[in-house]
T-cell receptor, first 114, second 116 residues
Framework: GNSVTQMEGPVTLSEEAFLTINCTYT??????LFWYVQYPGEGLQLLLK?????DKGSNKGFEATYRKETTSFHLEKGSVQVSDSAVYFC?????????????FGTGTRLTIIP | GAVVSQHPSWVICKSGTSVKIECRSL??????MFWYRQFPKQSLMLMAT?????????EQGVEKDKFLINHASLTLSTLTVTSAHPEDSSFYIC????????????FGQGTRLTVV
């Protein structure tokens, strides 16, 4: 079956530091890959996505590249801000099998200190 | 656009009572909605897929008689936790797929259920 493994948190960084949150996956088909962000007290919001190998998703300074050879979709940002403090979820959706359900990783709590 | 509203955002109930949680797509129609449960420091676990006009599809291990799902219209799905017990205390989240073909799921803000 499908699964997503992501870096366990919590992660604490200073403002303007470089961020990497690792995510790897296993899937039986050709998944689309997503990063969702959950700010305190809010629902999940789609941060970025990639639908095929070598695609790069990007948004708000974050980016992630769909690496089929390493089955990875690591999230990166060059210079984090306090407002980036949130929980980040890596997820996949195996649309090739007609399965629109999302499989989530365990989430990584990120705290940015001034 | 593409807003999903979940209500209530939090609820406290006594053991043995039932609680209803609503999930509404405010500006789009959603034939398909999903209900998730999130335990502390854990991932979202899909409970069931809610389809307008038909019975929900439950994931393995989820008691359909305990977690009743009704998707009566294209903009509303409800989850009723029946005869709630303290172990049902959790964060419940819904998401909805826009009928216009987008593969993006839009999430509600979640409902924190505490059973005392």
């Amino acid at each position: 079956g499908n699964s997503v493994t992501q870096m366990e948190g919590p992660v604490t960084l200073s403002e303007e530091a470089f961020l990497t949150i690792n995510c790897t996956y296993t899937a039986t088909g050709y998944p689309s890959l997503f990063w969702y962000v959950q700010y305190p007290g809010e629902g999940l919001q789609l941060l970025l996505k990639a639908t095929k190998a070598d695609d790069k998703g990007s948004n708000k300074g974050f980016e992630a590249t769909y690496r089929k050879e390493t089955t990875s979709f690591h999230l990166e940002k060059g210079s984090v801000q306090v407002s980036d403090s949130a929980v980040y979820f890596c997820a996949l959706s195996d649309l090739a099998l007609g399965n629109e359900k999302l499989t989530f990783g365990t989430g990584t709590r990120l705290t940015i200190i001034p | 656009g593409a807003v999903v509203s979940q209500h209530p955002s939090w609820v406290i109930c006594k053991s043995g009572t039932s609680v209803k949680i609503e999930c509404r797509s405010l500006d789009f129609q959603a034939t398909t909605m999903f209900w998730y449960r999130q335990f502390p420091k854990q991932s979202l676990m899909l409970m069931a897929t809610s389809n307008e006009g038909s019975k929900a599809t439950y994931e393995q291990g989820v008691e359909k008689d305990k977690f009743l799902i009704n998707h009566a219209s294209l903009t509303l799905s409800t989850l009723t936790v029946t005869s709630a017990h303290p172990e049902d205390s959790s964060f419940y989240i819904c998401s909805a797929l826009n009928d216009r073909g987008s593969t993006e799921a839009f999430f509600g803000q979640g409902t924190r259920l505490t059973v005392v």
